[in-house]
């Protein structure tokens, strides 16, 4: 049987969920299953994380307990590190300097995955970046809300956030025993939306392990998304959302025989516009400003979820020129990923004045398939 496997733009937010989403693109996931066998997928569906969650198997039935136990996993997740009253994040982020707030276990290994990939990525991806997501109206309390008229801040607002340094990520500490977290600046708040997901499709990976599951895939909503046996992976084109005329599918990625975790960061939906200007939702801690958008979407598999989610945020991020595209910040980043994570397939869709570019450290035609001819593929 082949499978293949769509990444979508989720408009399914039926529910209000305050975890700040401008870090990463929300997706949903679409499979349909053409083969000769005749067996058909098996899916479940639930909301949580402000997305639609889908669980899908192919080789046994779907048991109650089994997707009962993912929407349970998930629901803890939501309810921990959401921004609504109560949750860690909400207690942590109104919490005084140096007063510890005690962390779960699931904390403890959300806050280990961010720090690793904020030094790895130096700050590209950082989770402390809380209150420029919130000057450019990024926010759930402000973004897209009725009523509300997006204004870009103005420069001295940008400027007074870098300058006090609330900002930096290194002012988030654990304590000794690391049971608890604290900051040494009030004024620093944090938004983990940038990695939940990865980290909530891991947690799945290890349920459908549990219960015996040797193909099929759980997506967390699914920016993120724990394969087990999906032959195809295709990646939604980045310009599908702005052009009736893009193909569905950028690429085509090889996952056959693999349980793997992918994670699709994006800048071309999720915006704010003023006076005929779009800002994109991934902002750049180290201007205060939104991503160039230079580099439109950023896949990452191979590696854990987590990780991966968080790495296509830092990838959003980089800057990227045809000339000597081998040199540049986006071909830097691909190639420093890849030889920290053997194994990882990292893609990044770029922009210029003199092209379309797929940028990756993986081959054409055995890895992946491109699905667009109008873009040209540099291997770095």
């Not at 401008?22 to 996931?29: A, E, G, K, P």
């Not at 580099?295 to 045809?322: M, N, P, W």
Request: glycine share 8%; hydrophobic share 40%; net charge negative.
């Amino acid at each position: 049987m082949i499978f293949k496997l769509f990444l979508y733009y989720n408009k399914f937010a039926m529910k209000k969920f305050r975890l700040s989403l401008c870090v990463f693109l929300s997706l949903f996931v679409f499979v349909f299953a053409v083969g000769c066998s005749g067996e058909k997928p098996r899916t479940s569906e639930f909301i949580c994380f402000n997305s639609l969650v889908t669980v899908c198997v192919y080789d046994k039935p779907l048991s109650d307990e089994f997707v009962n136990e993912i929407k349970t996993t998930f629901t803890a997740l939501e309810k921990e590190f959401s921004t609504t009253d109560g949750t860690f994040t909400s207690v942590f982020n109104a919490a005084e300097k140096n007063v510890p707030v005690p962390l779960s276990s699931h904390g403890r290994a959300v806050y280990d995955a961010a720090k690793a990939v904020y030094e790895f990525t130096d700050g590209k991806f950082n989770p402390a970046v809380y209150p420029l997501i919130d000057l450019w109206g990024f926010t759930p309390d402000k973004y897209k809300r009725p009523g509300l008229t997006f204004t870009p801040p103005a420069e001295e607002q940008i400027t007074a956030v870098l300058d006090g340094g609330i900002t930096d990520f290194n002012k988030i500490k654990l304590t000794d025993d690391k049971t608890a977290a604290f900051k040494t600046d009030g004024a620093v708040k944090i938004d983990l939306g940038g990695i939940l997901k990865g980290y909530a499709a891991d947690l799945a990976g290890e349920i459908l392990a549990e219960y015996g599951y040797a193909s099929g895939y759980v997506s967390a909503g699914s920016s993120s998304i724990r394969l087990i046996n999906v032959d195809k992976l295709l990646v939604r084109h980045p310009e599908a959302f702005v052009s009736q005329t893009a193909p569905n599918a950028l690429l085509s990625i090889n996952c056959k025989d693999k349980t793997v975790s992918v994670s699709t960061s994006g800048v071309y939906e999720r915006y704010n516009e003023y006076d005929g200007l779009k800002y994109p939702h991934v902002i750049d801690p180290a201007t205060g400003r939104p991503t160039n958008g230079k580099v439109t979407s950023a896949t990452v598999t191979g590696v854990d979820g987590a990780t991966a989610d968080a790495l296509t945020t830092a990838l959003c991020l980089c800057d990227f020129t045809e000339t000597d595209y081998a040199e540049t910040e986006l071909a830097a980043l691909i190639k420093k990923i890849a030889e920290k994570y053997p194994g990882a397939g990292i893609y990044a869709a770029a922009k210029c004045e003199s092209g379309k570019y797929v940028i990756t450290n993986e081959k054409e035609n055995s890895d992946f398939t491109l699905k667009d001819g109008a873009y040209k593929v540099f291997t770095v």
